[in-house]
């Protein structure tokens, strides 16, 4: 019997997009392809990640260093302000069917918990976020040095909610190998393509691992 389901943060209750204008790509008149190539770096994003960079300024300065031009101290302050913008943005602007949808897992009693590969600036605004009042706690790998999918952090979370694997229901858009994860600790898993849909070899990757598979964020619901 389910009675809790976790989800991911990233393309599965939000999406970080870009704004139109002053982004961090156009402060450093970059297309966002090469923006990219510096922002998520594997062996960067880890460093991130595992909250081993705590200051967000040197975030910033770790993914501007590899840039093969001068940016100076300004232009670093405005990438800053821009990502922090971004990330704010995102974890306020949250559609009608996801919040309706976590509000019918608390009327049902369900536990809901959040087990998300994070860095210090992705999850700064979190508790500003209408989303956390619907969570009974947050996991965030920069907080807790464990990435997913490393069966430690859906440990971590689990015990944070006093509940077994086989009471868990894990929601993701299957990034980070994260739904292969939750299997491995003995999680039911569902994958989510609410927020983005996958290329056809990405989603047969992803479906490998997963119980169920979803297009609407409300047909979460019917997994339970």
Not at 21 to 32: A, G, H, P, Q, R
Not at 83 to 89: I, L, T
Not at 173 to 190: C, F, H, I, P, Q
Request: net charge negative; aromatic share 12%; proline share 2%.
């Amino acid at each position: 019997m389910i009675k809790a389901v976790f989800f991911d943060l990233f393309f599965t209750l939000i999406i970080p997009e870009y704004e139109k204008e002053n982004n961090e790509f156009d402060i450093l008149s970059l297309s966002v392809h090469e923006w990219e190539k510096y922002a998520e770096d594997e062996l960067l994003y880890r460093e991130r990640a595992l909250g081993l960079i705590k200051s967000e300024m040197e975030i910033i300065e770790k993914i501007v260093s590899g840039i093969p031009f001068q940016i100076s101290n300004i232009q670093k302050e405005e990438v800053l302000a821009a990502r922090r913008r971004r990330m704010k943005a995102a974890l306020q602007n949250i559609s009608g069917e996801i919040l309706n949808t976590l509000e019918m897992l608390k009327e049902r009693n369900f536990k809901i918990g959040l087990i998300s590969n994070a860095d210090v600036i992705d999850c700064k605004y979190w508790s500003q976020s209408q989303l956390s009042s619907y969570f009974d706690d947050a996991v965030f790998s920069c907080n807790v040095g464990f990435l997913k999918p490393d069966k430690r952090i859906y440990e971590l979370a689990m015990k944070k909610l006093e509940v077994f694997p086989n009471e868990c229901l894990f929601v993701g858009d299957g990034g980070s190998n994260e739904l292969y994860g939750a299997r491995l600790t003995g999680m039911k898993t569902v994958f989510t393509e609410a927020l983005e849909n996958k290329s056809d070899d990405k989603r047969n990757s992803i479906m490998k691992y997963a119980d169920y598979h979803i297009k609407q964020f409300s047909e979460v619901l019917n997994c339970l």
